[in-house]
């Protein structure tokens, strides 16, 4: 489809989108804007919404921000217009993040705008995967959609697969005997209908019962009642998400890296989580690095494979939230350019 004019539905559309990215714990860290003179979406950081013991970097919150980022260029191409992202465009504005601007499309659409019915179905799934392995195209195509994002995907072998979750394990112990960050952690646990940022206390957050994989338990050392232990895959697979540089601009790569190959594995009916505990510790992270790798700036580790459907208990969004002013109803592009045929998801 294609539309002239950036209208109310078309703001709700890319908005929409945009908030469905994932966030480290839920916390969708970001707020968004309009500018009437560019016909850019801006987005800027909420800093009322970061992890002060997890995050105090603000790597994490970076990193959900990239994931909305390209959310928003998917929604724009799908609506037929040329997304042109910006990273960190004002200095001197640390809460400007980036900016989308909408231009009219001059010629092919981009490739990744077949990935918009993906948005609505991605969700982590923290549930047990099956021993079905997924196949190396599908992979390779996750590897390649975070190399056309400036990041890469690192697949290990088994070997290397068992020494990140390994490492994903001690971050995780560590977490849970931490009494600070514990508390940190279990405040964004939602009671039932009190807050759409999160994870719902109603949500299922079982724990391998064999202790293999280290899914994050926002409890503590106390297991809340009746919270269930399942086997979990034996093998499993993972990719970790990494860029050369470490700096803001990088950890805005690696978030829209991640967005990109986790759609690509939505539409190959592949089911995602994140493991981002190694990541909160220095010296953890730096054990995540990729063995042959000379510079290497790890960030989140994906695991992947074969599941239930557990839509149902996706974890819930909030409307987009203005960054400054609000968002006008409607603003009608200069130059009109031509239906895309191509775009018909």
Not at 201 to 209: E, G, H, K, N, V
Request: charged share 20%.
């Amino acid at each position: 489809m294609h539309t002239d004019k950036i209208d109310a539905l078309a703001l709700e559309t890319l908005l929409a989108a945009a908030v469905a990215a994932p966030s480290i714990h839920n916390t969708q860290p970001w707020r968004f804007g309009f500018d009437l003179s560019t016909r850019a979406v801006t987005v800027h950081a909420d800093r009322s919404r970061s992890l002060a013991l997890a995050d105090p970097e603000g790597r994490a919150m970076y990193l959900s921000a990239g994931s909305a980022v390209f959310n928003l260029r998917v929604a724009a191409a799908h609506l037929g217009w040329q997304p042109v992202p910006h990273l960190l465009p004002d200095p001197y504005d640390p809460g400007l993040l980036a900016t989308v601007q909408l231009t009219v499309p001059a010629g092919t659409a981009p490739g990744y705008r077949t990935l918009y019915t993906a948005v609505s179905r991605r969700h982590s799934s923290r549930m047990p995967f099956t021993g079905r392995p997924v196949p190396e195209p599908v992979v390779a195509d996750m590897a390649a959609a975070a190399r056309a994002e400036g990041a890469h995907l690192y697949v290990p072998d088994i070997v290397h697969t068992r020494r990140l979750l390994r490492v994903t394990s001690a971050a995780e112990l560590r977490n849970t005997a931490d009494e600070a960050r514990t508390a940190e952690s279990r405040a964004w646990i939602a009671p039932p209908g009190s807050s759409p940022y999160g994870i719902p206390f109603t949500t299922s957050r079982p724990l391998d019962a064999a202790g293999r994989m280290p899914m994050r338990d926002f409890t503590g050392r106390a297991p809340a009642p009746g919270r269930p232990r399942l086997r979990f895959e034996r093998h499993a697979q993972v990719a970790l998400v990494w860029t050369v540089g470490d700096r803001p601009r990088d950890w805005l790569l690696a978030g829209q890296a991640l967005e990109r190959a986790l759609l690509v594995a939505t539409v190959h009916g592949v089911r995602t989580s994140l493991l981002h505990q190694a990541m909160e510790w220095p010296d953890l992270r730096a054990a995540m690095r990729v063995p042959a790798a000379k510079w290497c700036s790890p960030h989140v580790l994906i695991r992947f494979g074969y599941g239930p459907d557990t839509r149902g208990t996706r974890t819930p969004r909030a409307a987009a939230r203005p960054a400054d002013r609000p968002v006008p109803r409607a603003v009608r592009a200069s130059q009109p350019g031509p239906p895309d045929p191509g775009t018909k998801d």
